[in-house]
């Protein structure tokens, strides 16, 4: 007997539970005054050796239990000489059912032709062989089947909107090489397309499956293919009431296409564009979808397009994409930049930089004087930014407070002299996320890395881009180590321990508190190379036009940046996937993560505002008809390693050593070891 | 004792008695008339028959008008009915005190019987003397046939309290050895004691030629062992425990004690002694009438 899973076994010292048990437990018995005691002990003595018996008979079956359920875990497989030594074929019978294989060739697709080659096969093999059928895109599969199950389970079988993924079987095969019985023929047969992605798996393969054989057929069209695919789509952006998207058409097939590219969204007019594409052309066609005047981006921060070809041709599954295009609810940043000379210089001028580098969105900056700024100045902006703690109040710290729950960013640089007083009221008022309480005046590096990727109010691509900056050959000259309070986090760190950023969110909005200067009086960072990476991502997302859409095998990922802070304040939003069914989905940070796409089509959220994700095929997975006998020889022998049954050591010539699994008749007697565990325990109380 | 003088008295119980005849198997010499057919005559108070008078006999047996009206000398004879002694053995040990359930302890039971056989007794014109013990005679009422002596008896019976081990055949011994007259023996005990030693202390009574009654208390659950759970049994004379599983050892332990009460029936029946086993659950009066019926029948 060998076992699968042996690990498991260690779940047997689980009996020591019952033993300790039985070993410490004590009955408690009731006292009562008798008289006629002398009746009593020859049975009692008759009892307590029954009892006894029957408690190590308990203990035993409870053990018994224990044990074989571990067993069962464990995977046992009873291994047996089979008389005669006469060899078995184990056929795994792999078969694509993925989107491309719906391709209609004549008056059938290729996944019908497919079916029908496999049911031939399974036909031809021997009497005795077992069959095991692999689904690659649904990931089905059922082993140990005799013909005629097989054959069923193959007309079973039906096209799913994904793309072939070979982990599974791959895995599913070397364990079947592992656990085959000694002297069994391991062969394997794979019928596909062979579309690029199947083919740069098998060619990705790190460890080839051992197999006794392995062929494959391959399902491609009788006649050139005739098949073209929109395989992508970007939004260029929005100018003015006109939104520009760019649209990858392939012709995949061998003959030339004319079609028309049709954009639309709900609402909008749509937009047209003839296509002419040479065989085997990719072509960018851009496509103006016209917002109209009404539209309104605060109540439409979603729209769904649908980009598709008319008219259909062979594979329809391909010809539309859809593209979720998040339109910012503003275009214009505020910033109010408060002063008290030139220090902010270099600030500036990177918000200079920022304003130029995005087309979609502008920056407005207005600077004011520390000593002139006025509550009324501070409610126009959207973020304000001290250039060093502030030395006096002119203003009331509740505007600020109101400012930051309102939606509003409040960013304060430290320097190494500054009003303590006023500090620690506006950290008490909760304007200033941690209080600076001692300079430390030494050479320190920021971390390579913020701390935490996900927080509102700060963009991780940006974080990211940062970080090719290295911020940590930066020098800064020292820091403020300061009091934090449980409410503010502390976003990036210096490599010895005190913090570089501090966020405080509070109602729509957040504090933030930078840990070096403005300027370069405390170090090198604002003149550095990643000052300006910095400042963008102090500021947080910039307002660009965004577009999601996501193939059918990823986990979609929405940014809720630009949509409406009440909607980021939640934690879980209900959502509609794109086979109708009502689901939910987790928000962290300001990002909202869906659940894993069913079928192609819309993932949206269920709401006054609608955010839209659209699920299409893999960009490749259509491409039909690309792959060449000597590809796909060439993948596969990369993917398997073929070895010979009688090549085996330790084995007789001739023998044929079967290795049944027995979790049948484990379970079996399992249950039949509990019953009977329950009939002694009833009859130990009567 | 859980009631008073009164309550063994009860006239509803006692009417059922009232109603019944105990007579003795064997005659006993007594001074009272009664019920009871005496083996003696000549020294009686109810005439039998006249015979003729032989020089020898005494004068005053001489029926004078006889004489006067035949001119023979006959002598009158007379049936004399006598009463007998009723000894009632009380067994007050500690195990007499268990009560199982709802039922009343077993002595209690057995003062109950005490009772109304004293008023039986007494209501025939019967010397009736009680006798409780344990491990010795602990109180002892000497005989009388005086109403009254019922007082006597009833509040005897009430005072009694349990306690020590039983020695029953020693008592038996110490009875027989000390009555004077011959009787009725009732022993009213659970027998819990050697049974070879009770055989022996009851022979003895019946060598002496004693009629001798055992009435067997026991509890309902000393012969059914009704408990349930895990007991921790305490003997409540010796102190000894024994922890067992009732449910378990139930029909072991009705097994034995149905065979030690068949031995009980055999041995008593062999010395021609009256047995009858008295269950505290079931009424008294029930048991006794039952009793009663079956002592009429055997006479």
Redesign the interface.
Known sequence: MSFLQWTFLLGALAVAGPVLAHLLSK???????????R??????R???S??KLRDLLVLLLRCAIITLIAVLFARPMLHRQERGGEQRSLIHVALDDSMSMSYRDGSRTLFARMIEAACDRVRRAPEKARFSIYALASRRSIDGLNKQQALAEIKRLAVVPASADLADFLSALRQAGRTAPAGDRLRVCIMSDFAPNALRQFEQVLQPAPVHEWTYELIQPSDAAENTAVTGARVVGVAGSTLDVDVTVSNRGGTAQERTLVAQSPDLKEARADVALAPKEQRVVRMQMDLGRTFSRSERPSLPVELSLAPADRLAADDTYRLAVHVPAATSTRVLLVRKAQETFLFETALEALGQKSSASTLDVRTVAEDRVTSGQINWADIVVFSCLPAELRYRTRDLETFITGGGKVIFFATTIGNSKIAERLWREGVLPALPERWVEETMYPQARPCTRMCPGFDDRTARSLSNYRPDKIAVRGCWLCRVPAETRCLWRFNNGPGLLYSKPAGLGSAVLVNTSIDDSLGLLAKSSAWVAFCSYLLGEDQETRQFSFSTGERPVLSLAGSSRAQQRLAVVPVENCDGGKTRARIEGDRLFLPAPKGLGWMKTLGATALYAGINLPADETDIGSATSELVTDALTRAFVTTEPSSREGEPARASLERKPIWKTLAWVIILLVLLESTVTSRL?? | MAGTTRDYLDPIFLSKLANMELVARCAVEGFFSGLHPSPFQGFSVEYSDHREYYPGDEVKFVDWKIFARTDRLCIKRFHQETNTCVYILLDVSK?MA?AGGQAVRKVDYASFLAAALSYLMLKQGDSTALVQFAERIRTQIPPASKRTHLNAILTALQRSSVGGRTNLAGVLHTVAETTKRRGLIILIS?L?DDQGDISRGLAHLKFLKHDVIVFHVL?H??LE?D?E??????????K?K????P???RS??QQ??GE?LDDVRKTLGKNDIDYCQLDTSEPLDRALIAYLVKRRRLM
């Open positions: 009955p408690r018995f009731r006292r009562v005054p008798f008289t006629m005691l009746f009593l002990r020859s049975g009692q008759e009892s307590q029954r009892r109380k009567r | 195990s268990f659970d819990l509890d659950q000393e062992l408990y759970g895990l007991i921790e049994f305490e003997d409540m004379e010796s000894d024994v922890r067992a599983f449910q378990s050892i072991g332990y034995r004690v030690f």
